[in-house]
């Protein structure tokens, strides 16, 4: 569906800080989504998420153009970081606050 990648390409683009999860920051509704705010949110900075619970369309061919299968999905000014295990990879080793306020910094100056 042309129309729904076209969506998908948008909110990459305009969020430089960017979430595909299942649920909310505040009610993630899988354990993979949980750690993956949790380490963000460590971060101390806003992000923009999507539920993709609630966006049948975007689960459905994010993957395809992602090539990347699961959710989460953490994009970082327009390229995809990757999910919870590289997520909590870089929150341990420090790059993921790193990348984050730099991308932050950015968002600051729109
Ligand atoms: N190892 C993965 C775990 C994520 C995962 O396995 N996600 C599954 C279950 S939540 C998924 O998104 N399946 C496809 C779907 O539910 O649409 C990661 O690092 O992100
Ligand atoms: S919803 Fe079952 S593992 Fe994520």
Redesign the pocket.
């Known amino acids: 569906m042309s129309n729904t990648i076209d969506t998908i390409k948008e909110q990459i683009n305009n969020n430089p800080i960017l979430l595909y999860m ?1 649920g909310t920051p505040r009610m993630p509704q ?1 354990g ?2 949980a750690q ?1 705010v949790q380490a963000l949110m460590a971060c101390g900075e806003r992000f923009a998420f999507v539920n ?1 619970l609630e966006n049948p369309d975007i ?1 459905a061919e994010l ?1 395809k153009y992602a090539n990347w ?4 999905q953490l994009w970082v000014k327009g390229e995809l970081i ?5 997520v909590v990879e870089m929150a341990q080793n420090g790059e993921l606050q790193t990348l984050i306020t730099e991308a932050a910094g950015e968002q600051e100056g729109e």
């Open positions: 299942k899988c993979f989504s993956t993709i689960r993957p299968p699961t959710f989460p990757g999910g919870c295990d590289i």
